[in-house]
T-cell receptor
Framework: AQTVTQSQPEMSVQEAETVTLSCTYDTSESDYYLFWYKQPPSRQMILVIRQEAYKQQNATENRFSVNFQKAAKSFSLKISDSQLGDAAMYFCAYRNSNSGYALNFGKGTSLLVTP | GAVVSQHPSWVICKSGTSVKIECRSLDFQATTMFWYRQFPKQSLMLMATSNEGSKATYEQGVEKDKFLINHASLTLSTLTVTSAHPEDSSFYIC?????????????FGPGTRLTVL
């Protein structure tokens, strides 16, 4: 079974600064997808960014970007110019391309943004 | 686009009663929906995968007779917690696999908080 590890239970960043959330995963597959989801206090899960394993280029969505290191099985999320609204739980998730579409989530990182 | 709704958003019930939670994809057809359970300050745990027109596939340790899932149409899946007990109190979240042009992404509903007294 694939496992997703988020080693940082909590992180803090000042407004306008940059923060990186780490995620590692374990898989024997070569084709898969990786996601970062945000869960604010409302508890609505929001897709932040996704990465296809076959793509070498790191995904970017506005202030959010990833550092995808396939060989190292690492998938970190960088948030630039942090805003107060970025405060939330962030979950890294893995999906195997060949065996269903269910997501395997990490335990999450709680991000605090200070003024 | 890709909006998923859940109803109700919260429910309180007495022990022994059954509760039904609805999950709808509002602007796309979802052949596959998922049900997750989330305890406070914990991650999402997959309970079952629901495919339209067929029986749900439950994860190991999830009682299928207790958590009845029905996916009767391409836009609606329901989770019924039968004979609910206080230990079933939790936050239940559904998600739907994206439409034709976006099948690799899951979109989540806002969740349902269940409290069993």
């Amino acid at each position: 079974a694939q496992t997703v590890t988020q080693s940082q239970p909590e992180m803090s960043v000042q407004e306008a600064e940059t923060v990186t959330l780490s995620c590692t995963y374990d898989t024997s597959e070569s084709d898969y997808y990786l996601f970062w989801y945000k869960q604010p206090p409302s508890r609505q899960m929001i897709l932040v960014i996704r990465q296809e394993a076959y793509k070498q280029q790191n995904a970017t969505e506005n202030r959010f970007s990833v550092n995808f290191q396939k060989a190292a099985k690492s998938f970190s999320l960088k948030i630039s110019d942090s805003q107060l609204g970025d405060a939330a739980m962030y979950f890294c998730a893995y999906r195997n391309s060949n065996s269903g579409y269910a997501l395997n989530f990490g335990k999450g990182t709680s991000l605090l943004v200070t003024p | 686009g890709a909006v998923v709704s859940q109803h109700p958003s919260w429910v309180i019930c007495k022990s022994g009663t059954s509760v039904k939670i609805e999950c709808r994809s509002l602007d796309f057809q979802a052949t596959t929906m998922f049900w997750y359970r989330q305890f406070p300050k914990q991650s999402l745990m997959l309970m079952a995968t629901s495919n339209e027109g067929s029986k749900a596939t439950y994860e190991q340790g999830v009682e299928k007779d207790k958590f009845l899932i029905n996916h009767a149409s391409l836009t609606l899946s329901t989770l019924t917690v039968t004979s609910a007990h206080p230990e079933d109190s939790s936050f239940y979240i559904c998600s739907a696999r994206g439409g034709v042009a976006d099948t690799d992404t899951q979109y989540f509903g806002p969740g349902t908080r269940l409290t069993v007294l």
